[in-house]
């Protein structure tokens, strides 16, 4: 089945079938306004920096007649989880990240690094890792690229509902070993978000599409 043909507002430029925002006011949005993949020739390609966890690789390609070069993080993707209670208290764990120097509060998340493994079954997984919970009720939220100039990660969020605590912790170590974890009212951690003082990108995007899946029931 092919693409549905989306309407174009009077005066926007249009170029090979594609509404092109150029100078002068943005247009509004049309319904079904989607990102483009494209493949492009990849000329050369090399890591060159092999990291413990992700590498970083330099490609070389053609783009709009010119020869391009490019050096960006290979990431294998995550899986991260909006928790919900039984009282709209989501679960949200503080722990230190190095690069920012922060104790920064964050959802459960981990990397997709199991072969086979989907994200549904990584999200399942890590929930009992990081928090020692279960949870019977799964719903997709979003999938994100989180830093799209820099790497190709790729997280997909989902919201799980109707927890049970498992019956001991998980041993923990490193940055994991002092997890602080508290339950906050889906409510404040907005606020929190909108005001500033919570900035991890992933928990942001996370609690805003949870509080407006249950605001549309």
Known sequence: MSDPVIPVPEGVPVREGVPVRESGPVPELVE??????????VTATETVYA??????????????GDDLV????EHPGAAAIIALD?????????????????????????????????PLETAKRELIEEADLTADDWQPLVSIFTTPGGNDEVVHLFLA??????GEAHAREAEE???RVEWVPLADAVTGVLEGRLRNGILSVGLLAAAEKLRRG
Do not use: C, K, M
Not at 70 to 73: D, K, L, M, N, P
Not at 95 to 116: F, K, N
């Open 177 to 179: 070993a002092d997890i």
């Open 32 to 41: 079904g306004l989607r990102d483009e993949p494209l493949e492009v020739d």
């Open 70 to 73: 490019r050096q960006y993080v």
């Open 86 to 118: 039984d009282q709209d208290r989501v679960l949200l764990i503080q722990q230190y990240r190095h690069p920012i120097r922060h104790r920064d509060w964050e959802i459960p998340a981990g990397l997709l690094d199991v072969a086979g493994e989907s």
């Open 161 to 166: 509902r109707d927890l049970t605590p498992l």
């Open 51 to 64: 990291g413990r966890v992700w590498d970083v690789r330099n490609d070389t390609f053609r783009y709009n």
